[in-house]
């Protein structure tokens, strides 16, 4: 079971990237994190089924995740990005039936990481 990340970059300030995150299996919930060294991981967006979305206040507006059902896949559209948005971005994912919230406290599947730079 693995997840796999794709799409990481670099960038100007202003631009725009798009991040991939293919699942071997299907689960109930998704999750975008990212990581700056030496700081705490920030969830940033998360998906339960494909239509309920949540986001942290640091990329609403800016950040649209969504999930193709189908291949399994999630993706992350990042526009407006910014040089604090620079971190290694991690997608996560988990199933926990009966639980229609888009964020979960805890994810068992983890990706590699994929690393996003924003210059100004």
């Known amino acids: 079971v693995q997840l796999v990340e794709s799409g990481g970059g670099s960038v100007q300030a202003g631009g725009s990237l798009s991040l991939s995150c293919a699942a071997s299996i299907s689960t109930t919930h998704m999750s975008w994190f990212r990581q700056v060294p030496g700081k705490e991981r920030e969830r940033i967006a998360c998906i339960f089924s494909s239509t309920v979305r949540q986001y942290g206040a640091s990329v609403t507006g800016r950040f649209t995740i969504s999930k193709d059902s189908g291949k399994n896949t999630l993706y992350l559209q990042m526009n407006s990005l910014k040089p604090e948005d620079t971190a290694v971005y991690y997608c996560?994912?988990?199933?926990?039936?009966?639980?229609?919230?888009?964020?979960?406290?805890?994810?068992?599947?983890w990706g590699q990481g994929t690393q996003v730079t924003v210059s100004s």
């Open positions: 996560a994912a988990a199933t926990k039936l009966n639980y229609y919230s888009a964020c979960l406290d805890d994810y068992y599947l």
